[in-house]
């Protein structure tokens, strides 16, 4: 699936979705409108776990680039 095409998901999936693009490529700069989609979607708790989530991935990927680890298959 191509980097933001999530139409086939709920709008809450698809709001969780664009706020993991917007923490991607940034060190978790989030603008109001993406956070605020996502808020309206999901209480508290469950955008903390969200995020969790999307951080300890982006953690996990830049540790591995950082140290040349090979993809598996």
Request: aromatic letters at 16%; hydrophobic letters at 50%; glycine letters at 4%.
């Amino acid at each position: 699936m191509a980097r933001g095409q999530y139409a086939v998901f709920d709008e809450p999936w698809r709001a969780a979705f664009a706020y993991a693009d917007a923490m991607t490529p940034t060190p978790g700069i989030v603008g109001a409108p993406v956070f605020d989609t996502l808020a309206s979607h999901w209480n508290a708790t469950q955008i903390i776990e969200i995020t969790a989530v999307i951080s300890m991935y982006n953690f996990f990927n830049r540790f591995a680039h950082a140290l040349d680890v090979p993809i598996t298959r």
